[in-house]
């Protein structure tokens, strides 16, 4: 028989016991959907051992992948670094169909440089570091970073003395240079062609002579 939640996990999984598929295209999907599965991972793990023990053999190897304390670190960092993302989602896709594109671009170059405020935040990543101790104490999965390899194919050998400075430098660093760089490179670079919304006739009212519309061809 399934363990029943405590009130703490009760309290988390309110409102989202549904575990939820990734999204491809809406980041604020994949955050709702990380977050369910964080809140319920110890749930989520005795249900994989309850099914290993009746004999499902993907059971056993799912429980034990969603155990390894890397994985458990990129869960926690994933879902935390996309919130700071939600608010842009939101804004884009509860404005349509009037959608400014170059108010878009603005509001995401404050999302961009949040992910490089909380970069140089150590307290942050102390804090975020904290939560996935607890979420792995609970499992009794202790800290680890992989084998340091004299030569190495698959992946580059990260210098790091501890866990915790091995997976800021090789998972946290990265996933927040990573969504900066991608927000930028769709929707800031783009920000002049997205003047070209104000040649839509229902949108000439708020054409103005400083828009820069240069990108257009000239007869």
Same mark, same amino acid.
């Given at each position: 028989?399934?363990?029943?939640?405590?009130?703490?996990?009760?309290?988390?999984?309110?409102?989202?016991?549904?575990?939820?598929?990734?999204?491809?295209?809406?980041?604020?999907?994949?955050?709702?959907?990380? $977050?369910?599965?964080?809140?319920?991972?110890?749930?989520?793990?005795?249900?994989?051992?309850?099914?290993?023990?009746?004999?499902?053999?993907?059971?056993?190897?799912?429980?034990?992948?969603?155990?390894?304390?890397?994985?458990?670190?990129?869960?926690?960092?994933?879902?935390?670094?996309?919130?700071?993302?939600?608010?842009?989602?939101?804004?884009?896709?509860?404005?349509?169909?009037?959608?400014?594109?170059?108010?878009?671009?603005?509001?995401?170059?404050?999302?961009?440089?949040?992910?490089?405020?909380?970069?140089?935040?150590?307290?942050?990543?102390?804090?975020?570091?904290?939560?996935?101790?607890?979420?792995?104490?609970?499992?009794?999965?202790?800290?680890?970073?992989?084998?340091?390899?004299?030569?190495?194919?698959?992946?580059?050998?990260?210098?790091?003395?501890?866990?915790?400075?091995?997976?800021?430098?090789?998972?946290?660093?990265?996933?927040?240079?990573?969504?900066?760089?991608?927000?930028?490179?769709?929707?800031?670079?783009?920000?002049?062609?997205?003047?070209?919304?104000?040649?839509?006739?229902?949108?000439? $009212?708020?054409?103005?002579?400083?828009? $820069?519309?240069?990108?257009?061809?000239?007869?």
């Amino acid at each position: 028989m399934l363990e029943q939640p405590d009130p703490e996990q009760r309290e988390a999984l309110d409102g989202r016991r549904k575990i939820k598929g990734m999204c491809e295209t809406r980041w604020s999907s994949r955050a709702d959907a990380l $977050n369910t599965f964080k809140s319920a991972h110890s749930i989520i793990v005795d249900t994989l051992d309850d099914l290993a023990t009746d004999g499902d053999k993907n059971a056993k190897q799912l429980m034990l992948a969603i155990q390894d304390f890397g994985f458990i670190i990129a869960l926690v960092v994933a879902e935390h670094v996309l919130q700071y993302s939600l608010f842009l989602t939101c804004y884009t896709l509860a404005t349509r169909p009037t959608l400014d594109l170059v108010e878009a671009a603005s509001e995401a170059k404050t999302v961009i440089a949040s992910f490089r405020r909380i970069r140089q935040d150590d307290n942050i990543w102390q804090e975020l570091y904290r939560d996935i101790l607890t979420l792995a104490e609970k499992q009794d999965v202790q800290p680890s970073k992989p084998r340091t390899a004299g030569r190495q194919q698959h992946r580059n050998n990260m210098p790091a003395d501890t866990p915790e400075q091995y997976w800021r430098r090789s998972v946290f660093y990265p996933m927040l240079n990573h969504m900066a760089n991608e927000i930028e490179e769709r929707i800031v670079v783009p920000k002049d062609r997205f003047l070209a919304q104000y040649l839509i006739p229902s949108r000439l $009212n708020s054409l103005t002579r400083d828009m $820069n519309l240069t990108f257009l061809p000239h007869s």
